[in-house]
DNA sequence: GTCTATACGCCGATAGAC
DNA sequence: GTCTATCGGCGTATAGAC
């Protein structure tokens, strides 16, 4: 490995590393209530400067984090797409998947779902028009077509089904249950399902 | 009317006219972009000195507010299951409080369901443990024992029946609907109250 | 009860040495 | 790439005149 090679390798390592931290500041303590301070010494450095060879500013960590976290989602969700053909089973999938990252990666569940991104983001599109959930809207808008998800709206349909689901994932990343999240997940979909599917 | 009545009047007034301009202000740009200049300004006062002569600090005002918020809110609450007895029409009716709020007083189901009450308030207590809410599930409780409502745990029929409700009034607060919030409320209701009925 | 004036601290951000 | 040093600004809060 040359050494632009390895440079270039520690430099992401260093922006993953205050993207990482920050993710954790921000969705342990609120955006306006983590100072730069903050992330730096979350990731060892002694001043805010040197985040600055990373960043430009503060807003373009959370942005950056925004972008991350909904790229890899969309991946993730193009994935179910193609692993799997009727529209319940890809929702069925989703809601794994979201249970799953809630249980595991809580960090990025509470920036999605909790935070209220346009008070430091402003300029960013809201959840509902990104790529991952124009799909899943999609792929609602599919189930009606299809007539596995009755009446005509998907927007309705997933007001209804991830109403249930991201209360649930909420009230779980508030530590508002009692038990596991997953130990609900199998209940709760069944739920949101009945909510939209035909008959 | 002495003199001494009317100088309360007016005080409470003055407070009453910040805690509006802060809720107002709070809702729509945040709590941490709003500054005390923000609020003097939004009531007619030149400067924030003022403010102090009503409320200790910033972060009283919101306390106040949520106070103020969360009574109003208990009494309504008091007076539904007064005039109703069944739980399902109970919840009906608190469904239609709900959805008129969010019509006529978006601000406060704002500060109520989409703001972060523990990033400014981490002393106050979650939504779910607040008067209103204990009152809530107690209403749930008794639907459970008297079957009208299916399942034993109250929090997870509130997470389901609420997961409908919240999503729906969070998007219409959002502007994420096309038509009037109160144009969704007997659909929304019917399949929020079909999703813990006991059929 | 509202104002002027002011203090204080914190934070975001930059310049520049090493 | 990390550091020291430093700046400017904003926001909260106080003291005290009117």
Redesign the interface.
């Known amino acids: 490995m040359d050494q632009e090679t390895d440079n270039n390798k520690k430099k992401l390592d260093s922006q993953d590393e205050i993207l990482l931290a920050a993710l954790k500041l921000f969705a342990e303590?609120?955006y306006?209530?983590t100072s730069l301070s903050d992330i730096a010494e979350a990731v060892g450095l002694k001043t805010t400067s040197s985040i600055y060879q990373h960043f430009k500013n503060k807003q373009t960590i959370a942005s950056a984090l925004y972008a991350d976290i909904l790229d890899s989602l969309s991946i993730s969700i193009d994935d179910i797409r193609r692993r799997n053909k009727k529209p319940s089973e890809q929702l069925r999938e989703i809601v794994g998947l979201l249970f799953r990252l809630t249980q595991t990666a809580p960090n990025v569940m509470t920036f999605l779902l909790?935070?209220?991104r346009h008070?430091f983001l402003p300029e960013e599109k809201?959840l509902?028009e990104t790529a991952p959930f124009v799909k899943i809207l999609k792929i609602i808008q599919t189930g009606i077509r299809f007539e596995e998800i009755r009446g005509t709206d998907p927007?309705?349909a997933y007001?209804?089904f991830?109403?249930?689901?991201?209360?649930?994932l909420r009230?779980a990343l508030?530590g508002?249950?009692?038990k596991n999240v997953e130990a609900?997940q199998s209940?709760?979909w069944m739920?949101a399902w009945?909510?939209i599917c035909k008959k």
Not at 162 to 168: C, E, L, R
């Open positions: 303590k609120g306006f209530n909790v935070m209220n008070e809201p509902l927007l309705q007001m209804y991830f109403g249930i689901i991201n209360q649930t009230m508030a508002s249950l009692a609900y209940q709760v739920t009945n909510a």
